[in-house]
């Protein structure tokens, strides 16, 4: 039943992979929606600058990487590359251009109104949007992230960049450094490293891809540095200057010792980013965000104010596409009076990378913490599609509870990782032991068969190693 007393049923505050999902879904479940968002283009963060964009660059400087590291020569296939970056650039611009306008058609279609302009709350049932004072029944905040500052260092978009700066640059740069090996530090570094860029991240903790399984982490490392990325681990920028096109950076260690520097003409900052609530006026609703700066809310995405909502990368939780997608589409079922729930157990991480690297659920050292695990490795150069396809680098790995069998984490590093972890998270939202995965009917031949034997060899049984 939908509130004439309101100018819309719901608000929808920030247009990214949360809040345009949010306000789709709401409309769909027949609700008066409107969707406010200060870019220029829907899709937020992920389609604009992020997701979308970066997986654009990684795509075609892979084709160029394979010309010019000699993997197409080993097929047969001869060619000497020659970059063309306006054009790569372009073909960038043109795929997040037609998904930005895709999103503004499924707004029309939906009949969900999009408001242009900066939203700030009046009362927790009025926002002002760039000027316009707009009511709703129920608000939803989807605000998303912003790059996280490094103290003391200025992006200039110039010589010092963030992941937006480093998705626009007009030539590949003879040596980026890039502060942070977290996941946009290692897809975008490798861009640039593939079209002939020298890399070098410098990473505080000692070891890349926080977060990550430990045994992933450190294979991740050696495939990246066989691939030509240097790397100085345990080691933390304290200051960046800048004369004319160079950067001098200072590093020391990150346990304490002699400070030393280095010289780059791109510096690519990227060591997180933090939750975005700039300028909304949360003090006008009696919102305070928690110490993180993210604002916090109960298992519905309901928040400590009555009619507000939130959800994505502005509340606790991984900052990724699809848990703030899945999040949308279960806070509008909450508006709606449905029972939306995310798993947020069950939430895959993928870096695009090549090879890909993804994981779900536990790692093996927060599952060992919980209990008695079994672990089943396999190796992809046992696999018969990824040996074929001249791809030996990776593994699949399962951790299931030792006692009950049942699946606990899945990581995974191969070409199509990304793809392959699906499968495992369906399983485990199944509730699936190693044994149904060894058990389930794998087509060949194709990378995912290594799922099937890591489940086997969870109990000892791989066949091909
Ligand atoms: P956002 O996408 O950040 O959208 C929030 C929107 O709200 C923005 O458009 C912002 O302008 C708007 N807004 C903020 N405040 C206001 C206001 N007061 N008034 C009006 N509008 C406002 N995640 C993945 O899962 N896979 C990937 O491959 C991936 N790659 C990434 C690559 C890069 C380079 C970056 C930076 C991020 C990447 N991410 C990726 C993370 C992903 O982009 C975020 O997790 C996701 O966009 C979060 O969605 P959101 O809806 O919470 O917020
Ligand atoms: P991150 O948190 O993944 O990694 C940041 C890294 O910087 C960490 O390893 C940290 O130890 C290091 N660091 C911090 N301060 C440092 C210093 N002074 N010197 C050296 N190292 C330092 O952050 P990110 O790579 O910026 O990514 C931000 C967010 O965007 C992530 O939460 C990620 O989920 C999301 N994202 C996801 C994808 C994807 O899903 N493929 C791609 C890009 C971004």
């Given at each position: ?44 963060t992920c389609l604009n600058v992020g997701c979308i964009p ?276 279960a806070v509008a079922e909450n508006i709606a009076g449905q ?127």
């Amino acid at each position: 039943m939908t509130d004439q007393t309101y100018d819309y049923d719901v608000l929808v505050i920030g247009a990214g992979p949360g809040g345009y999902v949010a306000a789709i879904r709401a409309a769909q479940l027949g609700l008066r929606v409107a969707c406010a968002d200060s870019r220029e283009t829907l899709g937020g963060t992920c389609l604009n600058v992020g997701c979308i964009p970066s997986k654009a660059l990684l795509h075609a400087s892979e084709y160029f990487d394979a010309a010019a590291n000699g993997a197409m020569a080993k097929m047969g296939i001869k060619v000497t590359p020659e970059l063309d970056l306006d054009t790569m650039h372009g073909q960038r611009r043109d795929a997040v251009k037609q998904l930005t306008g895709g999103i503004e058609f499924l707004f029309k279609k939906n009949k969900v109104t999009w408001l242009k302009g900066k939203a700030a709350f009046v009362d927790a049932h009025n926002v002002d949007v760039g000027g316009q004072k707009v009511s709703a029944k129920d608000v939803v905040i989807a605000t998303g992230s912003i790059v996280t500052p490094l103290p003391g260092v200025t992006v200039d978009q110039k010589v010092v960049v963030d992941s937006t700066g480093a998705l626009e640059l007009a030539q590949v740069p003879r040596h980026m450094v890039v502060i942070g090996g977290g996941v946009i530090g290692l897809e975008l570094g490798s861009v640039w490293r593939r079209l002939g860029a020298k890399v070098t991240c410098v990473e505080f903790l000692d070891q890349i891809l926080p977060g990550f399984d430990g045994d992933i982490r450190k294979e991740s490392n050696r495939i990246f540095k066989k691939q030509g990325i240097e790397f100085r681990l345990g080691t933390k920028v304290t200051g960046v200057t800048v004369s004319g096109d160079t950067a001098t950076l200072t590093l020391e260690p990150a346990n304490g010792g002699e400070a030393t520097t280095i010289e780059a003409d791109c510096v690519l900052v990227s060591i997180g980013r933090r939750p975005n609530t700039d300028g909304l006026g949360l003090e006008a609703i009696g919102l305070t965000p928690n110490k993180r700066g993210q604002i916090e809310t109960d298992h519905d995405f309901r928040t400590d104010v009555d009619g507000v909502w939130a959800i994505g990368d502005v509340i606790p939780g991984p900052m990724l596409a699809h848990k703030a997608e899945d999040e949308g589409i279960a806070v509008a079922e909450n508006i709606a009076g449905q029972h939306g729930i995310v798993n947020h157990a069950i939430i895959p991480s993928v870096v695009y990378t090549w090879p890909e690297i993804a994981g779900v659920g536990l790692t093996e050292e927060a599952a060992k913490e919980a209990g008695e695990v079994k672990v089943g490795k396999f190796p992809m150069a046992g696999n018969s599609r990824a040996k074929t396809n001249h791809e030996p680098d990776g593994f699949v790995k399962i951790i299931a509870d030792a006692k009950t069998d049942r699946v606990l984490g899945v990581w995974a590093i191969a070409s199509v990782a990304g793809t392959m972890i699906a499968q495992a998270a369906q399983a485990m939202e199944f509730g699936a032991t190693s044994e149904d995965i060894a058990y389930t009917c794998h087509a060949h031949p194709t990378h995912s068969e290594a799922i099937k034997e890591a489940a086997m060899a969870v109990r000892g049984k791989a066949i091909h190693v």
